[in-house]
């Protein structure tokens, strides 16, 4: 088991496992992202309270689903090169960090447009909101780390170690709504009882949920292709493929 692990998570297989893996992601990402901006733009009516306002929800929700998502993914790949210091978790995390703040900041720039002719204003000092802001402070700091520390493997310990500090936020997110009396709108999807939207709505925002995550796995493995071949410089592989592109 030990060895299988140890073999896919070596730089020089994933950078060509993940060669093809990229082209495969895009093309499905593309597919999903189109055909859920269609329907969830064009098809889906209009909600019978907010009209055509809520159309919004089909950008928001997925990039607030992501920045969480990628968030976990980040922490666990932080805590697995902290205790196994396996070097692509460290790149995973690495590379994870900045796809992580864009849907962040995107969540919160769409929210804030939503919340405009909703609210009446284009922030509140919301639980969500608030801890939602506070998470792209962590993908920040997680970034001017990596960034600030020219070692690579200390820079990825201390990155590492305010990401798993920084997960408490994620269930003060998820919970918000419930835990404080909120503007924010509640579950409406993930409720233990049957989804509060109809199959119409519901369908082009799974859908573009879906291409969010293939998008991540598209530029995620992209820019970690680029930061292992950084870290991997002096290594034979990696002067092999310089040579080999070059005599091409």
Known sequence: ??????????????????GRLIPWFGWFCLAFMVTGLYYGLIEA????????????????????WMSMFIYMVMAVSGAIGLIW?????????AS???????????ALATGALWGK????????????????????????????????????????????ILALVGVVNIPIIHYSVEWWNTLHQ????TKMSAPSIHISMLIPLLLMAVAFKLYYATVVLMRARCEVLERERNSSWVQELASDSQSK
């Open 117 to 160: 002719p909703m609210w009446g204003a284009w922030w509140v000092w919301d639980a969500r909101l608030t801890s939602e802001l506070i998470l792209l402070f962590l993908y920040l700091g997680v970034i001017a780390l990596n960034s600030a520390i020219e070692d690579k493997r200390t820079a990825s310990r201390a990155s590492a």
């Open 96 to 106: 994870s960090a900045p796809i992580g703040a864009s849907f962040t900041f995107l």
């Open 186 to 189: 509640g579950a409406t999807i």
């Open 85 to 93: 210091r396996i070097k692509l978790a460290d790149v995973i995390a």
């Open 1 to 18: 088991m030990w060895a299988f692990i140890k073999k896919h998570s070596s730089p020089k297989y994933f950078y060509r496992l993940s």
């Open 45 to 64: 009516p209009p909600d019978y309270q907010q009209k055509d306002s809520y159309r919004i929800m089909f950008v928001h929700v997925p990039a607030a």
